[in-house]
């Protein structure tokens, strides 16, 4: 069983080296297009449908999962089916291995904070999320995450801030909007 680890790493550098090997075409190209997601996030804010910003959301997903590689993809989605599994350390090696070859994608780093959150790793899981924020503050996800992590930890006004910076983003997240509610009532409560 300890040797599945140093394997897995060594399967993971294999890809890699298959990607290298291959070319300069086969490296990431990232594929986010920023103008598209510029106008995405534009139209986000101005919606007034539901269903809409639901379409919208989506739009903005494909685009933060455009990494131009199909070894960074291949791994994002053994992450995923590690997630699935509940199996969050193996999730955190490939999202971790993803970063370590392509650290400007950051849906590696969001997946990764949420594998680490998984393992009761809240340190690490707010440092990925901070290097998220840090390149695109407009990642309404990792905002409400971040909600999240604060309001169980007890830091309501932070959490109640988070979830406001995320409903900014995009005002139709239904847990988002239900935790301001609820943190506010309840901040308001204290208050008197």
């Not at 550098?13 to 103008?35: E, I, K, M, R």
């Not at 997903?61 to 969050?88: C, H, K, P, Y």
């Not at 009532?185 to 008197?192: A, C, H, S, V, Y």
Request: with cysteine; proline share 5%; aromatic share 8%.
């Amino acid at each position: 069983m300890k040797n599945r680890p140093r394997f897995h790493n060594c399967a993971v550098a294999a890809l890699f080296a298959l990607a290298f090997v291959a070319g300069p075409a086969a490296l990431p190209a990232f594929a986010v297009d920023q103008t598209k997601l510029d106008d995405l996030f534009s139209r986000l804010k101005e919606v007034k449908d539901p269903g809409q910003a639901g379409r919208i959301e989506a739009e903005i997903q494909i685009e933060w999962a455009r990494s131009g590689s199909a070894t960074v993809d291949l791994l994002m989605q053994r992450g995923e089916d590690a997630m699935a599994a509940g199996n969050f350390l193996a999730a955190v090696e490939h999202y971790t291995a993803v970063i370590d070859h392509a650290p400007d994608f950051l849906l590696a780093w969001d997946a990764r904070a949420t594998a680490l959150y998984s393992l009761g790793e809240i340190g690490p899981a707010l440092s990925d999320m901070g290097h998220v924020l840090a390149q695109d503050p407009r990642h309404y996800d990792v905002l409400a995450g971040l909600g999240q992590i604060l309001e169980e930890t007890g830091d309501t006004k932070k959490a109640l801030q988070a979830y406001l910076a995320a409903q900014a983003i995009h005002p139709y997240i239904l847990p988002v909007n239900d935790a301001i509610t609820r943190l506010q009532t309840d901040l308001e409560g204290r208050e008197l």
